[in-house]
């Protein structure tokens, strides 16, 4: 009989998996200098979302984001020697993305236009508000409110759009998001106050429950990233 204490070997597979993903920033990237490349996939799975989130809203294109975002973590891998700021990997990266984004859409034409349009008023806000009838639930369950919150949140003006996507929808700090985005702590509350007011009084009722569906980036595109951005760096490293 087996003794009640060992562990099957699958469980013990499974545990030592679940630790390595739990490990903080500071130790992948510690193994990752040493060498350990699969670390990054760690790092990959875990600022996908934050990552597609910020790109996308620069962009707005689903996309340029994710080509903006190989591009960061590319980017990021080949200079994480430039990184000496511990505890603060994420808005490291994050600036990375950012900045990846803004240079994406200085050099297409094609973004002009579609950042010229003005903001969303209160009376274009108002014609877009929910048919009366149409509860919260019903709107979650078809998809609707994700696509108003998308919506919406794609009228704001970038600078506004940008801090509200990370401070309402990814929920970073004020001070998080201030870091990620390299502007002081004031310039994010005025912004995020401004972003909200844009924002149509319809949606605001629903953000803080269904404000984490928005821009979601997981399952095959968190997959596919993760393979193209492992496979260019193996390229790199071959060629190197």
């Known amino acids: 009989m087996r003794d009640m204490g060992e562990m099957n070997p699958t469980r013990k597979e499974n545990t030592a998996r679940q630790s390595t993903t739990e490990l903080p920033d500071e130790t992948l990237i510690a193994r990752i200098r040493a060498g350990d490349i699969s670390a990054y996939e760690i790092i990959l799975r875990r600022y996908n979302r934050r990552l597609f989130r910020v790109t996308r809203s620069i962009l707005r294109d689903g996309d340029d984001a994710q080509d903006a975002m190989q591009e960061a973590y ?3 891998f ?8 511990p505890g603060n ?8 993305a950012v900045n990846e984004a803004l240079m994406k859409k200085r050099s297409d034409k094609r973004f002009a236009p579609r950042d010229a349009a003005p903001p969303h008023d209160e009376d274009d ?7 009366t009838g149409v509860g919260t639930e019903d709107l979650a369950a078809n998809g609707e409110l994700r696509r108003l919150i998308e919506a919406a949140v794609d009228r704001l003006p970038e600078n ?7 401070r309402a929808i990814e929920q970073l700090s004020v001070g998080e998001t201030a870091a990620c985005l390299d502007i002081p702590v004031p310039t994010v509350k005025t912004r995020f106050h401004r972003a909200r007011g844009l924002m149509q009084q319809a949606l605001a009722r629903y953000l803080e429950t269904a404000g984490l569906t ?3 980036f997981a399952g ?4 596919r990233m993760v393979e193209i ?4 760096l193996a390229l790199s490293r071959a060629i190197n």
């Open 220 to 223: 095959p595109r968190c997959d």
């Open 125 to 131: 806000a108002a014609a877009e508000q929910p048919a």
């Open 74 to 76: 590319v980017r990021a």
């Open 89 to 96: 990997f994420g808005a490291w990266l994050t600036r990375i």
């Open 160 to 166: 506004f759009r940008t801090v509200f996507v990370l």
């Open 78 to 85: 080949t200079n994480l020697g430039d990184y000496r700021t």
């Open 229 to 232: 951005v492992l496979a260019r």
């Open 214 to 216: 928005a821009f979601d």
